[in-house]
């Protein structure tokens, strides 16, 4: 899964009691054992995880290579779509996937 790969943040907009709320319907609601981010209120879903430095210091890399693989999430591994949202063509999509050794995960 994604999201078990990198570390997020995000702004939560409301309060602690809408925090848990959502956390509790995300538990009941919920097919495994695991909070998956479908699990999660749509907003939450739908937002490009953004990095921070404050643990470690990652390779410039491998932020790219988890915003790339973030944004094809976003727009349902739709690689003609996220190329032209990150600004690069379809072939640079395809190397990096490629590189990245996760293009069979990616496959139309």
């Known amino acids: 899964m994604f999201l078990s790969r990198v570390q997020v943040s995000y702004n939560w907009p409301g309060n602690v009691r809408e925090l848990v709320n959502a956390i509790e319907r ?60 990150l600004g690069m063509s379809l072939a640079t999509l395809y190397r990096k996937l490629k590189e990245y050794d996760n293009s069979a995960d990616f496959e139309d």
């Open 26 to 85: 995300a538990i009941v609601l919920g097919k495994g054992p695991q909070i998956l981010p479908n699990d999660l209120p749509e907003e939450i879903r739908n937002v490009i995880p953004t990095y921070s430095t404050v643990e470690t210091i990652r390779a410039l890399h491998d932020i790219e290579k988890d915003y790339i693989l973030a944004v094809l999430d976003k727009l349902n591994h739709n690689k003609i779509l996220a190329a032209e949202k």
